[in-house]
């Protein structure tokens, strides 16, 4: 007969192994650790979970995470709102947020059309994005910063088209070499299109 | 002003971070995930984790983790109580389990004897083992399956030391070369190991 976890243990290994990149070996060292070492810890992290499923939800305007509708940057009054950003997670606003060189709005999509994941237009926050616009005649533009992927630059398309009649303009961030990296090393793809890219100095 | 996480958001991050293993980037990965994707999942780890707390303490004979106290593997009719294997962690139990090999019991220290941690003898489980050895006369042999680190070594001298004026066989694990490893890939002082305990084929 093999060896098997109680109950509970076996559960929370489980329950612990359904993170992202956690697998099981994974899981039960960390589940031994949480039983081991840091109960207190570990009951402060189940209170966190708890607390943030209740209280955190998606702002009504950008569809961002938050916990006050609307969120901070869409209710702040410093912030422009002739400008809109549209990402594909609530981690893109983070990672726009840290150039500190962005004042507009954002629009979360949270996900990037798919066709091979059966994922379309209407499966995204894209209706938000659309009505949005119309309800707010202010937006002079609309910057378009999906991820450089298939799924992203798809994305990226479908909106730039549907918005070309309505005379927005439609931006899209740039794609090169990354800034510190050696030109030697960069993949073709991205070589390609910072070539393409090129601007008079 | 830098972008801040809701109050929530934050805190959830960073009691994740308090894994072990998971820095702060994973913890933000991990929060967005449970976030965005899969808050039944995470409803159900919160839950797991009270109830494993609630419920999994030591047994009060081995000092293993468990449900019931006394545990399976003491509470068992069919384990051999003559023998008792010493080990570190619970996790060792599972690993020794797993050999389908060991019909005895065992004892976890939940440590390691650690001059330079401050750990010393009576900061281990090592007082219930010997008021174990005391109540219970039929105890024949002490398996010390501690690691092979510094730590290890120390507490298996240690215990070995108290245990020999008691006149109960005690012995280690074997160390050497590791099944299926090459020779010339192994260290130096487990190929020495393995060079000093060799065996008559």
New interface residues.
């Given amino acids: 007969m ?2 098997r ?5 076996a ?2 290994v ?3 192994a ?4 956690i697998g099981q070996k ?1 899981a ?9 070492e ?2 207190e ?13 209740r ?2 939800r998606l702002c009504s305007e950008c569809c961002n ?4 509708d609307p ?2 940057i869409c209710s702040s009054r410093t912030r422009d709102k002739t400008r809109i950003c549209v990402v594909e ?3 893109d ?2 990672a726009m ?2 150039i ?1 060189d962005y004042q507009g709005l954002y629009h979360v999509l ?1 996900g990037a059309i798919s066709p091979m994941q059966d994922i379309g237009p209407e499966d995204i926050r894209l209706k938000e994005l659309f009505q949005r616009l119309q309800e707010h005649e202010e937006v002079e533009e609309i910057i378009l910063a999906t991820n450089p992927t298939v799924e992203g630059e798809a994305t990226a398309l479908y909106i730039a088209r549907l918005l070309k009649p309505a005379g927005i303009r439609t931006t899209r961030i740039a794609h090169g070499i990354p800034m510190g990296a050696a030109l030697e090393y960069a993949d073709e793809v991205t070589l390609a299109r910072a070539f393409q890219n090129r601007q008079e100095v």
């Fill in positions: 093999a060896y976890f109680s109950p509970a243990i559960k929370l489980n329950a612990l359904k993170l992202p990149g994974t039960q060292r960390l589940a031994f650790h949480i039983l081991d840091s109960r810890d570990a009951l402060a992290l189940a209170e966190a979970i708890q607390e943030a499923c209280n955190v995470l938050t916990e006050d969120c901070d997670s609530p981690r606003v983070a947020e840290r500190h949270h």
